[in-house]
């Protein structure tokens, strides 16, 4: 259930202009989001949602008021399960007739892609919602299960995302090859020197 605990204007300390939340979803009471980043925006801070943000909840004043925002950290969203591939594609453009260009989402939208393990259908699934998130100019952020073994094919898919040059110039399987390219090179000049 959510519960409000304390408005920050009650724990902010003014010689600081930015402020973080480790709220896990305040967007379940959009009064409640809206009030306390109306106060953020009146004080001129930039804010951080370090749990992510329901994307499954935004609107159009929702999306309007994380596009007037300072953000210092990405606005995180989640896409967890493929099934809900509709209405991610529906909500990414709603932030973007919201005013979010393609630069913006470049720049500041991230999604945490949760995948469980390394069955052919959880990791083909991963690679799928990432690739979709790189055609909506969104970054994607590979989750993965830590009770389970993180295989090279799971630990290259994370990197990917998490090195932002490469998700951007290159595929997975490109990225794969550029890793081993990199290996071999630095072996060769190890073996020169």
Not at 158 to 171: G, V
């Amino acid at each position: 259930m959510f519960r409000k605990v304390n408005h920050p204007e009650n724990w902010y300390n003014p010689e600081y202009k930015k402020i973080v939340f480790l709220d896990n979803n305040i967007l379940t009471n959009r009064k409640w989001f809206m009030k306390v980043t109306s106060w953020c925006i009146s004080k001129k801070l930039s804010v951080w949602f370090t749990q992510g943000l329901d994307i499954r909840r935004v609107n159009e004043i929702v999306a309007r008021r994380l596009l007037e925002l300072k953000h210092f950290g990405m606005i995180a969203f989640s896409w967890d399960n493929i099934e809900d591939e509709t209405v991610i594609k529906e909500k990414i453009a709603l932030l973007k007739s919201a005013g979010f260009s393609n630069n913006k989402l470049r720049a500041k939208v991230q999604f945490y892609v949760y995948v469980n393990d390394d069955s052919d259908e959880e990791y083909n699934s991963g690679v799928y919602r990432c690739r979709e998130l790189k055609k909506s100019n969104c970054n994607a952020f590979v989750m993965y299960n830590i009770d389970n073994i993180a295989t090279q094919r799971i630990k290259d898919l994370q990197r990917w995302t998490i090195r932002k040059l490469f998700y951007w110039l290159n595929d997975i399987t490109n990225f794969k090859d550029n890793i081993k390219a990199s290996k071999i090179s630095k072996k060769l000049h190890h073996a020169n020197a």
